[in-house]
């Protein structure tokens, strides 16, 4: 019996590959130093080598110090040891984590391409442009706790529409008037937007971004006077989806 379970755990971690958010890498070996010895470890044939180093685009670094590669190219190196053995899951504890926009992107293509071979993945992250380009399914936990399990297209959905922030100039003196003109203003679009008062602001939410609504609103409350202090497109973040989430489950659990 212990033998069994022995051998069953032991082919669950031969088909999966970890990577965990943060791990170090070893002084004063070379990329090809380092992948040669971890390759040996996880018994991958040494002709396999090549075809792993091209798919992570790093045959030019393969006689440079792993500790002098970029951010992107070293968690490179960690997806390299995870996926060598060639397993059918792969795990990972936000990729990107600490990147820089470049690196970022040359991470997600990447982990785009393992997904298209074939690999299942999956992955925690904060980015919801991380979900779009890699996700099929979302599950989002609160407290160890599961509070959505959605595709992509509905979670993203859930999110709500891009919008306009409006604030002001002189909040104190003008939020009355400004609300009052928003609604006159608001009234020749019909259904098609939605003006908030949110604190010393005023969100307008969009089905699209749209440059003529934009020169609309400021054209309108310039004319009655109203002075703005900045205005931005803005797009719901994924933090505030959780906290939604997690304010409704509250809710839930005392009433």
Not at 82 to 102: F, M, N, Q, R, S
Not at 113 to 137: C, M, N, P, W, Y
């Given at each position: 019996s212990t033998l069994s379970s022995s051998s069953a755990a032991s082919d669950v971690y031969k088909r999966q590959g970890y990577i965990q958010q943060y791990k170090s890498l070893p002084d004063e070996l070379m990329v090809k130093e380092y992948l040669t010895h971890q390759f040996s470890l996880r018994r991958v044939p040494k002709?396999?080598?090549?075809?792993?180093?091209?798919?992570?685009?790093?045959?030019?670094?393969?006689?440079?110090?792993?500790?002098?590669?970029?951010?992107?190219?070293?968690?490179?190196?960690?997806?390299?040891?995870?996926?060598?053995?060639?397993?059918?899951?792969?795990?990972?504890?936000?990729?990107?984590?600490?990147?820089?926009?470049?690196?970022?992107?040359?991470?997600?293509?990447?982990?785009?391409?393992?997904?298209?071979?074939?690999?299942?993945?999956?992955?925690?992250?904060?980015?919801?442009?991380?979900?779009?380009?890699?996700?099929?399914?979302?599950?989002?936990l609160d407290q160890g706790r599961q509070t959505l399990l959605s595709t992509v297209h509905e979670f993203i959905s859930t999110l709500g529409s891009p919008y306009l922030k409006l604030s002001l100039l002189n909040p104190n003196v003008e939020i009355g008037k400004t609300k009052h003109s928003l609604d006159e203003w608001q009234k020749q679009f019909g259904n098609s937007l939605e003006v908030k008062s949110v604190g010393p602001q005023f969100h307008i939410e969009i089905a699209e971004q749209q440059q003529d609504i934009l020169s609309s609103v400021v054209s309108y409350l310039s004319s009655v006077g109203i002075r703005l202090k900045s205005i931005h497109w803005c797009h719901p973040k994924l933090a505030e989806i959780m906290r939604h989430l997690s304010g409704k489950n509250i809710r839930e659990d005392h009433s």
């Open positions: 002709q396999q080598y090549t075809e792993l180093i091209k798919l992570a685009d790093l045959e030019m670094y393969q006689n440079t110090a792993v500790t002098k590669l970029s951010g992107g190219n070293q968690r490179k190196i960690h997806i390299l040891v995870a996926v060598a053995h060639k397993p059918d899951l792969l795990i990972l504890d936000e990729p990107t984590t600490g990147l820089d926009a470049t690196s970022r992107e040359v991470i997600l293509s990447f982990i785009s391409h393992l997904k298209r071979t074939g690999v299942s993945i999956v992955f925690s992250t904060h980015h919801s442009d991380e979900l779009e380009q890699l996700a099929d399914q979302v599950l989002v």
